[in-house]
């Protein structure tokens, strides 16, 4: 694979894995770092690039794997003056409020079947089109507009029965 190839080729896959990168490292700055290790074994490994038939899923597994391998080698950090502030400032009613609900998705989606998390992650946290959804899991893509219907459905109810049971605990309360 020539320069030019690879920049055509592999180099436009950065945009749509800096968020997949980022969802998994969840430190921009690493994030950055870790995409351009990325990008440079993806240059060692153009040869095998060239070869492989999947080019899509061979970079998206690259790039969990890689991503995966830095968090096991991540150690507890200690939290900056700017993190504390930012945490600070969330503390907020509406903010913990905000960060609450962000919570219950986030526990809504982990709880999914593996294929339907899979989906909902690719589709709507990590923003890859269907084609490339198709790609990487082979599934048909109107069978993925199914899982991921069904995966937004359940993350939808469960985020609603848990609303809807605080809601009743604060009448409960209210009269009692």
């Given amino acids: 694979m020539t320069t030019e190839e690879f920049n055509n080729t592999v180099i436009p896959f950065s945009r749509k894995l800096y ?6 490292l969840k430190n921009e700055e690493e994030t950055r770092d870790a995409l351009q290790d990325l990008m440079v074994k993806l240059w060692d490994k153009r040869n095998d690039l060239v070869q492989c038939t999947n080019q899509t899923a061979y970079i998206i ?13 991540k150690r507890p950090q200690r939290i900056s003056e700017k993190e504390e502030h930012k945490l600070h400032s969330l503390s907020t009613d509406s903010g913990m409020e905000i960060k ?3 919570e219950h998705v986030r526990m809504a989606i982990e709880a999914l079947p593996e294929k ?7 589709r709507d946290i990590d923003g890859f089109e269907f084609d490339e959804i198709s790609e990487m899991t082979g ?22 029965k848990k609303y809807e049971y605080d ?4 009448i409960a309360r209210q009269v009692l």
Avoid: C
């Fill in 19 to 24: 968020p997949m990168l980022f969802r998994i």
């Fill in 61 to 73: 597994t690259m790039a969990k794997n890689h991503s995966f391998d830095l968090l096991k080698k």
């Fill in 100 to 102: 609450e609900q962000f």
């Fill in 116 to 122: 339907y998390r899979e989906v909902i992650r690719l």
């Fill in 139 to 160: 599934y048909e893509v109107p069978y993925i507009r199914v899982i991921l219907s069904r995966a937004r459905q359940k993350v939808k109810d469960e985020v609603n």
């Fill in 167 to 170: 809601q009743s605990g604060k």
